[in-house]
């Protein structure tokens, strides 16, 4: 029933910046977190950014000075700026909505979108 849908990606040079953004549909519960996660051929799926409902933050350690993530509550968009991209940034990203009902919780995922960062 829910649905995620991340146009965007694309290709970028290093030093570069994209957005990508993140829309949902569907039975968005009033308190959840949406965000990224992506994955590289070969790695682990990683955390990228989270931000709930409420408007917290929650960013990979790594990443939290370079990305920002931001939400439109009113669209459940949901968006990631990237800057000074590195060939490392290079992954899949999929969104992510973590729907929390009391203590229920459902995460579900987008189709994923394609971010490479040339040297």
């Known amino acids: 029933q829910v649905q995620l849908v991340e146009p965007g990606g694309g290709l970028v040079q290093a030093g570069g910046s994209l957005r990508l953004s993140c829309a949902a549909s569907g039975s968005i519960f009033s308190i959840n977190a949406m965000g990224w996660y992506r994955q590289a051929p070969g790695k682990q799926r990683e955390l990228v950014a989270t931000i709930t409902s409420g408007g917290s933050t929650n960013y990979a350690d790594s990443l939290k000075v370079r990305f920002t993530i931001s939400r439109d509550n009113a669209k459940n968009t949901v968006y990631l700026q990237m800057n000074s991209l590195k060939p490392e940034d290079t992954a899949v990203y999929y969104c992510?909505?973590?729907?929390?009902?009391?203590?229920?919780?459902?995460?579900?995922w987008g189709q994923g979108t394609q971010v490479t960062v040339s040297s």
């Open positions: 992510n909505l973590a729907n929390q009902r009391m203590g229920f919780m459902m995460n579900y």
